[in-house]
């Protein structure tokens, strides 16, 4: 798409020196046992092959056979079963939440949202990453993904996957607004090339996580933070709402919300509304995660799309909030954590090691959608075919930016939908507004 890019080191095996055990998924994950409750077995009889409870999140079971497949070449020393949290990434977080608190030994690994670690770091709840293992993880690994594995200068979880938006459009549009691709676009630019061209721009209004995402873009492409300083205590968070970067980021999003490019349900709109837009007769752009292409292959191969359409889609960095400023694309993703009340810490680290493999991040991403945090395996030849995009989500990955890091965030988030939500009504007032909210429901003067 006319970007530079970093090159990094062709996938051979793996990064930490494994044999390489590529192969299709399916079967041996069918061995493991999948249960929402495990038994609190950390161990079994004396002699017996110590067991690892993985919770994580949902998925097209990738990682129930990266379980089985890691097990199988542990040679004995562990066997890994999965436990799946809910779907939505708040409740994950309760549950989890509820049961460290509780000192639960039957959670030995955690599959969390990059913006969980700092909360469950600071509540003491993930044992220390030991140093060895640290470096070996990190290397080759994106730094967007590194910083949300980051609390206090240290690394408390160890990246597996990580994700981006692009901005995709219908070529046939872009060509016809006359806009140029393979140049940096606008927000401004969008409005205007989707109104003249009367084509939707989808992007998620929604009250939920998803507008904190789209916004934190924004506000990270102005040049600005959502929190400045994160501090050890409330009362030292230092936030950036009340910055003409953050009333930057609400012109423009207000100005998206209230243009007439969004459908009539932009307010209630989310991912998977927008990649059903992006499908349909009045597609133009829309920014979202890299999985609406694999969506739109499998409605192609299933006969409920025609073949037509994703050959009209076009792909380039995340707009720009002002023309001459990069744009910070958002970060999202998966770390794994092991839990301070594993019984087999040790024995945890090792089985991380395994899991994030660059082997297996490529066979999570070809098979499950999402894409991986090491940089090198976008060098792998069946990446590259199964995304064609593979190079602009390496170079996105390597300018996003993360949702605010801090022990508080379902406090932030909170404060932040309520005051943010519908998109439309934001205005230069709102950032401080929020502030205030937020640091009224840190010292408790206020409830959510």
Request: glycine fraction near 8%.
């Amino acid at each position: 798409m006319g970007h530079a890019k970093r090159k990094g080191s062709p996938v051979s095996g793996s990064r930490h020196g494994r044999p390489s055990s590529r192969r299709a998924l399916g079967g041996s994950a069918a061995a493991l046992v999948l249960a929402s409750t495990l038994a609190a077995c950390g161990g079994g009889g004396e002699g017996s092959t110590p067991v690892l409870n993985w919770y994580i999140n949902p998925d097209s079971g990738g990682q129930a056979e990266i379980a089985a497949r890691c097990s199988e070449e542990s040679g004995g020393a562990y066997t890994i079963e999965v436990a799946q949290l809910p779907r939505d990434s708040p409740q994950q977080r309760e549950q989890l939440i509820r049961r460290l608190a509780a000192n639960d030994e039957s959670i030995d690994l955690m599959s969390l949202d990059v913006v969980f670690p700092p909360e469950f770091a600071q509540a003491g709840f993930l044992a220390p990453v030991p140093e060895d293992v640290a470096q070996e993880v990190s290397e080759g690994v994106n730094e967007g993904a590194l910083d949300s594995a980051t609390w206090n200068d240290e690394l408390v979880a160890v990246p597996f996957w990580s994700n981006t938006q692009l901005l995709w459009y219908r070529e046939s549009v872009a060509e016809a607004a006359g806009l140029d691709m393979t140049q940096p676009v606008t927000w401004d630019q969008l409005i205007e090339a989707a109104e003249d061209q009367d084509k939707l721009l989808s992007a998620q209004g929604r009250r939920s996580e998803s507008l904190m995402v789209w916004f934190n873009a924004l506000l990270e492409s102005a040049g600005g933070q959502y929190i400045e300083e994160s501090g050890e205590s409330p009362e030292d968070i230092q936030f950036g709402l009340s910055t003409p970067e953050a009333d930057r980021a609400a012109e423009v999003m207000a100005a998206v919300s209230n243009s007439s490019a969004v459908g009539p349900g932009f307010t209630t709109s989310n991912e998977d509304t927008n990649a059903s837009e992006f499908e349909s007769d009045d597609a133009g752009f829309m920014v979202n995660w890299p999985f609406v292409y694999r969506q739109a292959q499998t409605k192609i191969e299933a006969g409920t799309l025609d073949a037509s359409v994703i050959e009209d889609y076009g792909w380039a960095l995340y707009p720009a909030v002002d023309e001459g400023t990069p744009s910070a694309p958002p970060l999202g993703g998966i770390d794994i954590a092991v839990s301070a009340f594993s019984r087999n810490p040790d024995l945890a680290y090792e089985a991380v090691t395994c899991i994030v493999e660059d082997d297996n991040q490529a066979e999570y991403m070809i098979t499950n959608g999402n894409p991986a945090s090491s940089l090198a395996v976008y060098d792998d030849p069946e990446v590259q075919e199964a995304y064609p995009m593979y190079e602009t989500i390496r170079e996105s990955l390597e300018l996003a930016a993360s949702r605010p890091l801090s022990a508080y965030y379902s406090e932030v988030l909170g404060s932040f939908l309520r005051q943010y939500h519908p998109p439309g009504s934001v205005d230069d007032q709102t950032g401080e507004q929020t502030e205030a909210l937020t640091r009224a429901v840190l010292t408790g003067e206020q409830l959510l």
